[in-house]
């Protein structure tokens, strides 16, 4: 069983930055894709981006060129780093990976973009 945990959320305002982190743990024996996906008040789960093992990175357009994603293999993370921040990027980020055929998912983080 593979646990993901996420932090790094919070209140920020429009044109500002946060830098997200999930960790993995537990029995752990190859992670494959690592990604982040969001879900805003009302609407549903969506992709934001992901990294492959080897580094292949996918945003979604909304966010390319203002997130980065990222990841520590030696250390099963990930991260992504969100800059320029605006008000419709406020949502619930969960972090998601693939381990042996399985999909695991987090909790989730809150971001709040202020005006």
């Known amino acids: 069983q593979v646990q993901v945990v996420e932090s790094g959320g919070g209140l920020v305002q429009a044109g500002g930055s946060l830098r997200l982190s999930c960790a993995a743990s537990?029995?752990?024996?190859?992670?494959?894709?690592m990604g982040w996906y969001r879900q805003a008040p009302g609407k549903q789960r969506e992709l934001v981006a992901l990294i492959t093992s080897g580094g292949s990175t996918n945003y979604a357009d909304s966010v390319k060129g203002r997130f980065t994603i990222s990841r520590d293999n030696a250390k099963n993370m990930v991260y992504l780093q969100m800059n320029s921040l605006k008000p419709e990027d406020t949502a619930v980020y969960y972090c998601?990976?693939?381990?042996?055929?399985?999909?695991?998912w987090g909790k989730g983080t809150l971001v709040t973009v202020s005006a």
């Open positions: 998601t990976l693939d381990d042996n055929g399985m999909n695991y």
């Open positions: 537990g029995t752990i024996f190859s992670i494959g894709i």
